[in-house]
Nanobody, 125 residues
Framework: QAQLVESGGGSVQAGGSLRLSCAAS????????IGWFRQAPGKEREGVAA????????YYADSVKGRFTISQDNARDTLYLDMNSLKPEDTAMYYC??????????????????WGQGTQVTVSS
């Protein structure tokens, strides 16, 4: 059973930056999607960014394009999310997610079968 552990969340002021990390164990970054989702109170979980590993393609939600960057370190089995120019609307619990099967849409919750426990990001105005 793969395990994903997020870290790096915290509280920042608007315009600030954070780097989230997702350490994977018993999961190899060699297939399908691995990415980040977020969920704000009272809202549905939404896809933020993902990498389709075998194609080395990155995908981003429109709301974070140009501000967030997803990357991976295969040697350390770690996924990162660099978040810049943070806005109060970025406040949410951020989750790392991965799938071991091919297919599905990167931004759909149902595509992923492994989830981390989440790390909180709070952006104040």
């Amino acid at each position: 059973q793969a395990q994903l552990v997020e870290s790096g969340g915290g509280s920042v002021q608007a315009g600030g930056s954070l780097r989230l990390s997702c350490a994977a164990s018993r999961y190899k970054f060699n297939t399908a999607y691995i990415g980040w989702f977020r969920q704000a109170p009272g809202k549905e979980r939404e896809g933020v960014a993902a990498i389709y590993i075998s194609r080395a393609m990155a995908y981003y939600a429109d709301s974070v394009k140009g501000r967030f960057t997803i990357s991976q370190d295969n040697a350390r089995d770690t996924l990162y999310l660099d978040m810049n120019s943070l806005k109060p609307e970025d406040t949410a619990m951020y989750y790392c997610a991965a799938t071991s099967t091919v297919g599905g849409s990167w931004s759909q919750v149902g595509t992923y079968n492994y989830w981390g426990q989440g790390t909180q990001v709070t952006v104040s105005s």
